[in-house]
Nanobody, 123 residues
Framework: EVQLQASGGGLVQPGGSLRLSCAAS????????MKWLRQAPGKELERVSE????????SYADFVKGRFTISRDNAKRMLYLQMNNLEPEDTAVYYC????????????????RGQGTQVTVSS
């Protein structure tokens, strides 16, 4: 059974930082690209960032503007998202998701998605 467990969300002030983590199990983690997605209340699910299976290629949504960094540790079966200079508009539930391929696709589609972690940016 594929499981994706995201953690690290919370309440942070504008300009603050958070590091999200995602623990993967139940499949060959190093064989698939991974994504971070987010969904704000009343809005559609959107792609935040993506990393290929080996970790050597990454892609980000325009709204990230160099503030976020995605990474992975295949030996530990972990996916990360370092988020700096957070803005109120970043408030959303963040999900880690498994792609259906090894390479980056620059879409919000996924094969499996975890339960999400809430990020709230507010003063």
């Amino acid at each position: 059974e594929v499981q994706l467990q995201a953690s690290g969300g919370g309440l942070v002030q504008p300009g603050g930082s958070l590091r999200l983590s995602c623990a993967a199990s139940g499949y060959a983690f190093s064989s698939y690209a991974m994504k971070w997605l987010r969904q704000a209340p009343g809005k559609e699910l959107e792609r935040v960032s993506e990393i290929n299976s080996g970790g050597g290629a990454t892609s980000y949504a325009d709204f990230v503007k160099g503030r976020f960094t995605i990474s992975r540790d295949n030996a530990k079966r972990m996916l990360y998202l370092q988020m700096n200079n957070l803005e109120p508009e970043d408030t959303a539930v963040y999900y880690c998701a498994r792609s259906g391929s090894q390479t980056i696709r620059r879409t919000a589609t996924y094969t499996y998605r975890g339960q999400g972690t809430q990020v709230t940016v507010s003063s």
